[in-house]
C-alpha cells in the first residue's frame, strides 16, 4: 500500500485535497498531518475521520523530531506539502512566522524524507532513492512577480516575489529544486493561481465578502480594486496535484490555472448582485503595501504533457461556491466566533497523536 503524507491537509485546499485521494484512490493510506494554526479547522475532514486508511496527527513540519517519528512509523512514500502560513496581509506584519514555516520547515520535510529515501542515506554522493517515492511542493503563481496589462506566466520565468509571502514561497521553491539537483531528490513543484470554493478560511476575499454581505457589513476594497487574478476552483487544483503527483516528470514545475482572470471588484459586485445586496456596502480603503497588480498563468505544459485541463469556468463554480456557504453557515460562524477549535479539543485532547494514530 502506497502511504502519502500530506502537510497541512487540515486548511482549505489541503482538506480538499485529502478527501479527494481518499476517494479517488481507496488503495492509499492517507498520513495528515496539520500544526492547526488559526487557518487550519480538523473539522472540516469530519466526513473521512473514520476511514481506516486515514490517518491525522497535529504536528508541525519545522519539528525534526516529529517528522523523523512519521517517517519512521509510517514509511511514507510520497509527500504533497501544502502546508505553509499564506495570507499576504499578515506576512507584512509577522514575516518572520512566514519565513521559518514555509522555508525551514520545507527543508526540515525534505532533510527527513532523503534520509529515509536514498538507497544509501550515509553516502553523501548517493543519487539513488527508493522506487516510486517523490516530494511534491505545493507553491504559488505570486512567486512571479506581478505582471503588466499583458503577458502571462510561464514555469521558466525568473521569481521576483514582491510580500514575504511569496518571498518565502519563492525561497522553499529554491531550495526543494536544490535537493533536486544536489541530492538527486525526486521531486516536483507546482504553482497554482487564487483558489476558491468551500472550507476556504474568511480572511480571503470571495468568503470574507459573502459574510461581510450576509451580515451587511462593510466590503472594504484595496485600491480601486482593480487588481486582477486568475481564479481556480479548489476542485481543479486538487484534480491537477493528483496528475502531476502520478504524472509529474522527475524535476519539473508546473502551472495551475483556471483560465478565470477577473478584477477583484468584478466579483465583489457579483457576490452583491447574488446575494441581493447593496453596492453602498463597498469601501474603498488605501491599498496594501507591495500590492500586485495583475497575475495570470499560463497552464499550457501541464495541459499538453500531462493532459489535465480544469473543469470549472469561474461562472459555475462561483454559484456553487456562494451556495455551499449558504448551506454551511454554521461552519461559518465557527470559523469566525473561534469556536471551530474546540472540535480538535474534544476529538484529540489529552492523546498522544502518532501513538494514537496507529489505533
Not at 65 to 76: A, C, G, M, N, T
Not at 163 to 187: N, Q, W
Not at 251 to 273: D, F, Q, T
Not at 298 to 308: A, Q, S
Request: aromatic share 10%; net charge negative; glycine share 6%.
Amino acid at each position: 500500500m502506497k502511504t502519502i503524507l500530506i502537510t497541512g491537509g487540515a486548511g482549505f485546499i489541503g482538506s480538499n485535497f485529502v478527501k479527494l485521494m481518499l476517494d479517488k484512490h481507496p488503495e492509499y493510506k492517507i498520513i495528515n498531518i496539520d500544526a492547526l494554526t488559526y487557518a487550519g479547522n480538523i473539522e472540516n475532514l469530519k466526513e473521512v475521520s473514520d476511514n481506516s486508511n486515514y490517518v491525522f496527527i497535529k504536528a508541525d513540519i519545522r519539528d525534526r523530531e516529529k517528522i523523523e517519528e512519521i517517517f519512521s512509523l509510517y514509511d511514507i512514500d510520497n509527500v504533497v506539502n501544502f502546508a505553509a502560513e499564506s495570507h499576504v496581509d499578515r506576512s507584512i506584519e509577522e514575516p518572520e512566522v512566514f519565513l521559518t514555516t514555509n522555508v525551514i520547515g520545507t527543508q526540515t520535510l525534505l532533510d527527513v524524507a532523503k534520509k529515509y529515501w536514498k538507497v544509501n542515506p550515509e553516502d553523501k554522493y548517493c543519487r539513488e532513492y527508493k522506487e516510486g517515492v517523490k516530494f511534491l511542493q505545493v507553491s504559488t503563481d505570486e512567486v512571479y512577480g506581478a505582471l503588466g496589462k499583458t503577458g502571462m506566466f510561464v514555469e521558466t520565468m525568473p521569481l521576483m516575489p514582491n510580500s514575504p509571502y511569496s518571498a518565502s514561497k519563492a525561497s522553499a521553491d529554491m531550495v526543494v529544486r536544490a535537493y533536486h539537483e544536489t541530492f538527486g531528490m525526486p521531486i516536483n513543484i507546482t504553482r497554482c493561481s487564487n483558489n476558491y470554493g468551500p472550507y476556504q478560511f474568511p480572511e480571503k476575499l470571495i468568503p470574507l465578502m459573502i459574510n461581510n454581505c450576509l451580515k451587511e457589513k462593510d466590503l472594504p476594497v484595496y485600491g480601486d480594486g482593480m487588481q486582477v487574478r486568475d481564479w481556480l476552483h479548489v476542485s481543479d487544483h486538487c484534480s491537477a496535484i493528483d496528475t502531476v503527483l502520478h504524472k509529474g516528470v522527475d524535476g519539473e514545475v508546473y502551472n495551475i490555472g483556471g483560465n478565470n482572470e477577473k478584477a477583484n471588484i468584478e466579483i465583489i459586485k457579483l457576490i452583491i448582485k447574488t446575494l441581493g445586496k447593496s453596492e453602498d456596502l463597498i469601501k474603498y480603503v488605501k491599498d496594501r503595501p507591495g500590492h500586485d497588480r495583475r497575475y495570470a498563468i499560463d497552464n499550457t505544459k501541464i495541459t499538453t504533457e500531462l493532459g489535465w485541463e480544469p473543469v470549472y469556468t469561474f461562472e459555475k463554480g462561483i454559484k456553487e461556491t456562494i451556495e455551499w456557504y449558504l448551506s454551511n453557515t454554521e461552519w461559518f460562524e465557527n470559523i469566525v466566533s473561534g469556536n471551530y477549535v474546540k472540535y480538535y479539543e474534544e476529538m484529540y485532547s489529552g492523546i498522544d497523536e502518532v501513538a494514537a494514530s496507529e489505533e
